[in-house]
């Protein structure tokens, strides 16, 4: 049941992205494979630029900061974005923070980093088993927070 609930709640964060570029003139479009970094496609219909993006979601419930991520986030994609989604009431609609791939990596990086250099509680040494948390500051994260035009600016 707790597998369906995620498949459900990512569902619904990747849902919530695509009505929120459709509301602002972008052509969106959610791919299905499951297996690459990309979740949503989107166009600007003005220049034809696309962009690939990659929703993580998780719910406001006081038990989690961050948001779970793997090993392959820590590769860097030019043309790779990240709308990451804070669910809370269903009344009420989510937050949305956009990020850069590389803003991504570096702080999902140094989070491992800390992590790894903390002694167990037995003091011994952790391991890798390639879960990354993402888990940006809350000025950065405001700085983020409902930044669709990002997405389709030029470097």
Not at 6 to 17: D, H, S, T
Not at 81 to 90: F, K, L, R, S, T
Request: proline share 3%; charged share 30%; hydrophobic share 35%.
């Amino acid at each position: 049941m707790e597998a369906n609930k995620n498949k459900n709640l990512g569902n619904a964060g990747e849902f919530y992205v695509l009505a929120q570029l459709a509301q602002r003139g972008y052509i969106a479009g959610k791919t299905d494979d499951g297996t690459t970094l990309i979740d949503v496609i989107a166009t600007n219909p003005e220049n034809l630029s696309t962009v690939n993006i990659q929703v993580k979601t998780r719910t406001i419930d006081g038990r989690k900061s961050s948001w779970m991520m793997g090993r392959k986030n820590e590769q860097i994609h030019k043309n790779l974005w990240y709308v990451v989604v804070e669910i809370g009431a269903n009344d009420v609609l989510p937050n949305f923070f956009i990020f850069k791939s590389s803003e991504v990596s570096n702080c999902i990086k140094e989070t491992l980093k800390e992590y790894m250099n903390t002694p167990k509680k037995d003091g011994g040494q952790r391991i890798d088993k390639g879960i990354r948390h993402f888990e940006p500051s809350e000025k950065f994260k405001e700085e983020r927070k409902d930044n669709w035009e990002i997405l389709f600016q030029q470097p």
